[in-house]
T-cell receptor, first 118, second 115 residues
């Protein structure tokens, strides 16, 4: 149980284009989803927290107009990298909290999406 | 400020040897602590967590961790390492400030296992 999928697993795009990454909770409802960015050999950097049906809360320094997050349903959140540039190349990871988990605060992680901007 | 420190960036052990990965945290109240493992091509997986109660916590894959408040530590241990344990290990503390509960992460420890 508690499986989170991400699609695509890898994407290569040209500079200036936009890329959408999907994050789905497959067997549970996720009221809260998180988007992280991870640079090679580094830790996870939280980009934003999204709650279903409301606007995402972005961490300081993260451009909300560049990284658009939509959490339209209890099983799907999307991250759109708009007008991507090579410096946006990174590993993007989503996670989700089970709505039924109460105070366990456990996050279930997707396998990640490798974005390369050329 | 809340923070997590993993002093060891990289550790190499021999298969069958014991393992201890260090984690120190800075948090004003009772911390909620987690250990996650990240294997290549796989999502982060929760090994164990501590919220309260018994300070020695058992997790999956034979891992355990001990919460020591006096040392602000939550070290991860395994008595006998397997080659499949080679991965990146992250310690995290739950930040309960504000309405959003988010994880504060350490920088990770990369574990290599020699045959």
């Amino acid at each position: 149980g508690a499986v989170v999928s991400q699609h695509p697993s890898r994407v290569i795009c040209k500079s200036g284009t936009s890329v959408k990454i999907e994050c789905r909770s497959l067997d549970f409802q996720a009221t809260t989803m998180f988007w992280y960015r991870q640079f090679p050999k580094q830790s996870l950097m939280l980009m934003a927290t999204s709650n279903e049906g409301s606007k995402a809360t972005y961490e300081q320094g993260v451009e909300k107009d560049k990284f658009l997050i939509n959490h339209a349903s209890l099983t799907l959140s999307t991250l759109t990298v708009t007008s991507a540039h090579p410096e946006d190349s990174s590993f993007y990871i989503c996670s989700a909290r089970d709505a039924a988990s109460g105070y366990s605060y456990e996050q279930y992680f997707g396998p990640g999406t490798r974005l390369t901007v050329t | 400020a809340q923070s997590v420190t993993q002093p060891d960036i990289h550790i190499t052990v021999s298969e069958g040897a014991s393992l201890e990965l260090r984690c120190n945290y800075s948090y004003g109240a009772t911390p909620y602590l987690f250990w996650y493992v990240q294997s290549p091509g796989q999502g982060l997986q929760l090994l164990l967590k501590y919220f309260s109660g018994d300070t020695l916590v058992q997790g999956i894959k034979g891992f355990e961790a001990e919460f020591k408040r006096s040392q602000s530590s939550f070290n991860l241990r395994k008595p006998s390492v397997h080659w499949s344990d080679a991965a990146e290990y992250f310690c995290a503390v739950l930040s309960k400030a504000g309405n959003n509960r988010k994880l504060i992460w350490g920088l990770g420890t990369s574990l290599a296992v020699n045959p």
